[in-house]
């Protein structure tokens, strides 16, 4: 019953900006830390940022200063906001939550699709 959905990707050239969002529906009771991850071709996946519930923030050191991630708890929805893109930002954007679907059940990580952002001149 849950769903995350990422959208904002695309193409941007090096320097420029682009954002990211991330809904979550579904059943949903609370949602404890939210996070985006990415992927390149013959990489593994990595984090690129994550926020917990209170706001606190943690990021990849190639990221740092450039790249900034927020939520809204009332809409249970993450963002990316990501600036001075680099060619090497190159990959497909994953959507993460570690949420709780009711009060009678365990949290658990759900992702989201995946959506492609290309830094390219």
């Known amino acids: 019953q849950v769903q995350l959905v990422e959208s904002g990707g695309g193409l941007v050239q090096p320097g420029g900006s682009l954002g990211l969002s991330c809904a979550a529906s579904?059943?949903?009771?609370?949602?404890?830390?939210m996070g985006w991850y990415r992927q390149a071709p013959g990489k593994p996946r990595e984090l690129v940022a994550d926020i917990t519930s209170g706001g606190s923030t943690n990021y990849a050191d190639s990221v740092k200063g450039r790249f900034t991630i927020s939520r809204d708890n009332a809409k249970n929805t993450v963002y990316l906001q990501m600036n001075s893109l680099k060619p090497e930002d190159t990959a497909v954007y994953y959507c993460?939550?570690?949420?709780?679907?009711?009060?009678?059940?365990?949290?658990?990580?759900?992702w989201g699709q995946g959506t492609q952002v290309t830094v390219s001149s």
């Open positions: 579904g059943r949903i009771f609370s949602i404890n830390a």
């Open positions: 993460n939550a570690d949420l709780k679907p009711s009060r009678y059940l365990r949290s658990s990580n759900y």
